[in-house]
C-alpha cells in the first residue's frame, strides 16, 4: 500500500520565480487537498478536489496559486511570482471517505 | 474559525498521562487527531464523529463533547515514540460533503526517559 508522495521534497527558488509541485495520491482515493504550513502552526486549507473538479479554494489562496488535478489522478500546484511569504511547507493529502492522509510534503523556501 | 487547542507543550517522563484539549467555537460535525515529529507528515491518529463517541488507539484514546464543542485526547502511560506534535482538525457541522479540515496551532509533547 503506497502512501500519498510529493515531489519534490524541497525547492529553493528566488522571488519572482515560478514554482510547481506534485502530488501523487492514493490510488482509489478520489478526494485531494493541498495544504500550507509554517513554523510552528497547524497545516492551513487551500484548496481540494473531488477526481477532477476543483471544488473550493480558500480566501487565501491569491491569484497566483493555482492547482490542476487532471484526469482525476495526481495533482499539481503552481505558485507565480514567489514572495518570501510564500516560504513554508505545503502538504497534500487524499481520502476516499473521512480520514485524510497526508504526504511527506515540499519544503518550499524563497530567498 | 481555528480550533484553540491547549496546553500550547507539555514535558511527561516515560509511563506519565497528558490530555490534550481541542476547542471550537463553532459547531462540529467531527474532530481528527493527528501526530507529526519534526519534518514528517502528519500521521492520522483517529477520528471521532459527533455523538460523543470515545475512540482508542493503543493506549492513545480520544472523547468528542458534540455539546461543548471540545474533543479531548487522552495519552496513557506514554512512551519514548509518543513524541511530537498533535494536531486537532475539526471539521464544521453542516459540511457533509467537503471535510475540509481547520487545524489548531499543536500541542508539542515530549516524553523523556
Known amino acids: 500500500d503506497t502512501g500519498v508522495s510529493q515531489d519534490p521534497r524541497h525547492k529553493i527558488t528566488k522571488r519572482g520565480q515560478n514554482v510547481t509541485f506534485r502530488c501523487d495520491p492514493i490510488?482509489?482515493?478520489?478526494?485531494l487537498y493541498w495544504y500550507r504550513q509554517t513554523l510552528g502552526q497547524g497545516p492551513e486549507f487551500l484548496t481540494y478536489?473531488?477526481?477532477?473538479?476543483?471544488?473550493?479554494k480558500s480566501r487565501l489562496l491569491s491569484d497566483r496559486f493555482s492547482a490542476e488535478r487532471p484526469k482525476g489522478s495526481f495533482s499539481t500546484l503552481e505558485i507565480q511570482r514567489t514572495e518570501q511569504g510564500d516560504s513554508a511547507m505545503y502538504l497534500c493529502?487524499?481520502?476516499?471517505?473521512?480520514?485524510?492522509?497526508f504526504g511527506p510534503g515540499t519544503r518550499l523556501l524563497v530567498l | 474559525q481555528q480550533p484553540v487547542q491547549s496546553p500550547q507543550a507539555v514535558i511527561l517522563r516515560e509511563g506519565e498521562d497528558a490530555v490534550i484539549n481541542c476547542s471550537s467555537s463553532?459547531?462540529?460535525?467531527?474532530v481528527h487527531w493527528y501526530r507529526q515529529k519534526h519534518g514528517e507528515a502528519p500521521v492520522f491518529l483517529m477520528i471521532?464523529?459527533?455523538?460523543?463517541e470515545q475512540k482508542g488507539h493503543e493506549k492513545i484514546s480520544a472523547s468528542f463533547n458534540e455539546k461543548k464543542q471540545q474533543s479531548s485526547l487522552y495519552l496513557t502511560a506514554s512512551q519514548l515514540s509518543y513524541s511530537g506534535t498533535y494536531f486537532c482538525?475539526?471539521?464544521?457541522?453542516?459540511?457533509?460533503?467537503?471535510?475540509?479540515?481547520?487545524f489548531g496551532a499543536g500541542t508539542t509533547v515530549t516524553v523523556r526517559a
Open positions: 493529502a487524499s481520502s476516499s471517505f473521512e480520514t485524510q492522509y
Open positions: 490510488s482509489e482515493h478520489n478526494r
Open positions: 478536489f473531488q477526481n477532477e473538479a476543483q471544488l473550493e
Open positions: 463553532k459547531a462540529l460535525y467531527s
Open positions: 471521532l464523529l459527533k455523538g460523543g
Open positions: 482538525g475539526t471539521e464544521r457541522g453542516g459540511s457533509f460533503n467537503d471535510y475540509k479540515l481547520s
